[in-house]
């Protein structure tokens, strides 16, 4: 709902700065114009920044249950390992991380996973300041909803936008930016491990090629806080899927996509641990 707010709002806006503009006089337009276009960019920006900026893990693994790939026990981050993240960054990370985990047994009807996320999940967000986020309405929503993948997929994405928004709003945008990192990268990891052989699964190409147009996007983003040393670190830790994905084209061969598969498991095992 986010994102369409803002695809509505900004047009409106530009338009409005473009009426405005035309009642001046010529001799201060051009400088006008270049004020409104300022005003423009502020205003997008602030948009933007709370907007959550690529697509959801809910909304990635609705392609795997589009698939029809069948659920695997155990590939999600034990979520044990809530107890050992110390750091904001660390637990950012696998906020994100538990997200694309709770989305993965949501969206695959298992049910105490689901409890068993939520509670991590809830843990990390407490540290975070962010428990009324992933409370027991949450649980209540998703329980009443199991059968509807759809509004399943609204509901978690729901909360992914909440919690960007959240963190973005508290001047904590670069936990922001390690919370949808921490995501693609748990998001990636499930896709390309739905299988011993995921090459060999009929539509997985599409799937890896759309998360390359994110992957893009997350870089992106993250330039203008590349000072922040959380920031930092968490893209250098990335800079081995940059590399594979720079050798790819607008399509997959079987060796492409066991290349990503073993560089979004070595990345994960760095940001999981």
Request: hydrophobic letters at 40%; proline letters at 3%.
């Amino acid at each position: 709902m986010k994102k369409i707010v803002a695809g509505f709002i900004l047009p409106l806006l530009i338009i409005s700065f473009a009426c405005l503009s035309s009642c001046k006089d010529r001799a201060t337009s051009k400088q006008q114009k270049k004020t409104e276009k300022e005003e423009v960019k502020a205003i997008q920006g602030q948009i933007e920044t709370n907007v959550y900026p690529l697509p959801t893990s809910a909304e990635v693994i609705k392609m795997l249950t589009d698939l029809e790939v069948g659920y695997i026990i155990g590939i999600s981050n034990p979520v044990e390992n809530s107890k050992k993240y110390f750091s904001s960054s660390t637990r950012s990370i696998n906020v994100g991380v538990f997200g694309a985990d709770l989305s993965y047994a949501t969206l695959y009807n298992q049910q105490q996973e689901v409890i068993n996320y939520l509670n991590a999940i809830r843990a990390l967000a407490n540290e975070l300041n962010m428990s009324k986020i992933y409370n027991e309405d949450l649980y209540t929503k998703i329980k009443q909803n199991f059968d509807n993948k759809d509004e399943l997929v609204k509901i978690l994405t729901s909360a992914f936008n909440d919690t960007y928004a959240y963190l973005s709003e508290n001047d904590q945008q670069p936990l922001a930016l390690l919370v949808v990192g921490g995501a693609w990268v748990e998001g990636m990891y499930l896709t390309t491990h739905v299988s011993e052989a995921a090459y060999q699964v009929a539509g997985i190409s599409k799937v890896l090629l759309e998360q390359k147009k994110s992957f893009d996007i997350f870089l992106e983003i993250t330039k203008p806080y590349l000072n922040d040393p959380s920031v930092s670190d968490f893209v250098k830790v990335l800079d081995p899927v940059k590399k594979v994905y720079e050798g790819i084209g607008t399509s997959l061969t079987e060796q492409n996509i066991k290349d990503i598969t073993k560089v979004i498991g070595d990345v994960r095992e760095q940001i999981v641990k």
